[in-house]
């Protein structure tokens, strides 16, 4: 356990999964510091140096990536490896040099195997390749766990390494061109009902299958593992709740009011067939299960949208 006072930078805390994680640490009592962007831009070896040396951390919560749907996965493979491969390995050399007492790497879902088998256990995420079209930005990621195991063994760097499942909630990113599945869905309900129109076009075919875990649970997972956890193994953080696009589609529209057609655009690609994980190594090694009620959390995020919004 770690004391009240303790430094704690968090990158990307200004992001989604960000703010949520740093209230939830604030709250504890820690002294947290958030970077940004526009100081320390940490795919920058000497913005990665300046923000050691301005912070001071005893502990690194690395959050910050570079990321988006499957649209934008394939508009840019190469920047979503890049700059997520530059920015952790920089982060933790960095880290190391300056005796950090721990490093939080926050990986992806994305980073196991296409056809991993279901539910997904931690020891399978070397089993084959990632699918394709977010690939490079889940290999870069998976490079931390890499990392962080290889800084243990040589070096007795206390490097974790976290999997949370795909994300929802308050303050997601709802830009159609960026966002992920379900603030995408829920904009284009709320919009196609205010306009009038009579249908939604999704990409695919309904038929893949994803888990969700609310933001709010997942910053409770990230905080009980960077005080309780201290291992090489990388640890899944999710539901253990598996639907259906066609079924998720469906939950969306109703919630939102939504009462029109769905259209299926099937030249766009599925992404991965099914994800769901197995959640039993975060329960025995730190404690962590989710408690927000899927559709519970759904309502709230799209009311929060509802507010936050710009009119159409």
């Keep these: 356990m770690m004391k009240p006072g303790t ?26 510091f958030v970077p940004r962007r526009a100081r320390y831009d940490l795919t920058e070896e000497t913005a990665v140096r300046r923000l050691y040396a301005d912070a001071r951390p005893e502990v690194v919560v690395h959050l910050a990536a570079i990321v988006g749907g499957i649209g934008a996965n394939r508009r840019e493979p190469g920047r979503f490896f890049y700059q997520n491969l530059h920015m952790g390995t ?4 960095h880290a190391r040099r ?35 079209t977010n690939a490079p930005y889940g290999i870069a990621k998976k490079m931390l766990l890499v990392q962080g195991q290889a800084y243990r063994q040589q070096y007795g760097f206390n490097a974790i390494h976290l999997l949370p499942v795909n994300l929802y909630g308050p303050c997601d990113n709802f830009d159609p061109e960026t ?43 990230i905080a009980l593992a960077t005080e309780r ?19 998720l589609t469906t939950l969306v ?15 766009k690609p599925n992404g991965q067939p099914r994800r769901c994980l197995d959640t039993t190594r975060a329960r025995d090694l730190f404690g962590f299960k989710s408690h927000t009620d899927f559709r519970t959390g759904l309502l709230r995020t799209i009311e929060w949208f509802r507010h936050a919004r710009l009119p159409v």
């Design 179 to 221: 966002s992920h599945v379900i603030p995408a869905l829920i904009r284009k309900c709320l919009e196609a009902q205010e306009q009038g129109r009579s249908e939604i076009v999704c990409w695919g075919d309904g038929s893949p299958t994803r888990e969700f875990l609310y933001v709010e649970d997942c910053a409770e997972g």
């Design 90 to 93: 920089m982060l933790m050399e």
């Design 253 to 267: 529209a109703d919630s939102c009011g939504f009462r029109g057609r769905v259209v299926w655009d099937a030249t």
């Design 229 to 247: 956890f201290d291992g090489p193994e990388p640890v899944n953080l999710g539901s253990g709740v598996e639907i259906s696009i066609g079924d």
């Design 98 to 132: 300056e005796g950090i007492r721990k490093f939080v790497g926050v990986g992806t879902i994305c980073s196991y195997p296409k056809m991993t088998p279901v539910p997904f256990t931690e020891d399978h995420i070397w089993d084959g390749y990632p699918e394709e």
């Design 7 to 32: 430094r704690i930078t968090v990158t990307g805390g200004g992001g989604f999964l960000g703010r949520h994680v740093v209230a939830v640490l604030e709250m504890r009592g820690y002294d947290v």
